[in-house]
């Protein structure tokens, strides 16, 4: 079945300072890879779509030069929270569509991001 | 935008009982998907839906999609402790000019007693 690896699994940053996270296809190669945030005991929230070779569409109040998304290649989405604020501090998750499995989406195993 | 309504919010259970959640759109989805979400990881796919009326199995899970394709349901026979988690259902956006985003539930988190 289809993979997809983020990285890492957990950081810890100080205020200010930028952060990247990798998600990857293992197996299959993702034209559009999603976005999410999950604060404790909710849902998962669309943050961004990334496209490769594109840019990323932003939901609507999810600040793009906070955020920023680089989809380089067919296996490879970066997320970089930039100037980050304990506010920041959540579970990022990506995912990435394997069109062909079934159309199906593929999770990451997430980030916990804390900022100090 | 399009909406999900789970219900649930939450079971406890005892080892050995059925369970039944599910979820209610305003909308129209051609694609309803069941996660199952453990702590501190990603979600991950149950079971998807991709007809009205479909009934899937998977294992002890069931899962319909709704004929009027705006709700779709998840049972769990003969729960084990190892069901416990928070389950999400995500209806695929489908209107043009969409990217095919899930929208996601609030979930529905299982404990069970042994």
């Known amino acids: 079945g289809a993979v997809v690896s983020q990285h890492p699994s957990w950081v810890i940053c100080k205020s200010g300072t930028s952060v990247k996270i990798e998600c990857r296809s293992l197996d299959f190669q993702a034209t559009t890879m999603f976005w999410y945030r999950q604060f404790p005991k909710q849902s998962l929230m669309l943050m961004a779509t990334?496209?490769?070779?594109?840019?990323?569409t932003y939901e609507q109040g999810v600040e793009k030069d906070k955020f920023l998304i680089n989809h380089a290649s067919l296996t490879l989405s970066t997320l970089t929270v930039t100037s980050a604020h304990p506010e920041d501090s959540s579970f990022y998750i990506c995912?990435?569509?394997?069109?062909?499995w079934g159309d199906g989406y593929t999770f990451g195993s997430g980030t916990r991001l804390t900022v100090v | 935008g399009q909406q999900l309504n789970q219900s649930p919010q939450s079971m406890f259970i005892q080892e050995g009982e059925d369970v039944s959640m599910n979820c209610t759109s305003s909308?129209?989805?051609?694609?309803w998907l069941w996660y199952k979400q453990e702590p501190g990881e990603g979600p991950v796919l149950l079971i998807a839906l991709y007809k009205a009326g479909e009934l899937t199995s998977n294992g002890r899970l069931t899962a319909q999609f709704g004929i009027t394709r705006k709700d779709s349901f998840l049972n769990i026979s003969a729960s084990i402790p190892s069901d416990v988690g928070i389950y999400f259902c995500a209806g695929q956006e489908s209107y043009v000019g969409s990217q095919g985003n899930l929208i996601f539930g609030k979930g529905t988190k299982l404990s069970v007693k042994p």
């Open positions: 909308s129209i989805f051609n694609t």
């Open positions: 990334s496209n490769e070779g594109s840019k990323a």
């Open positions: 995912s990435a569509r394997d069109l062909g």
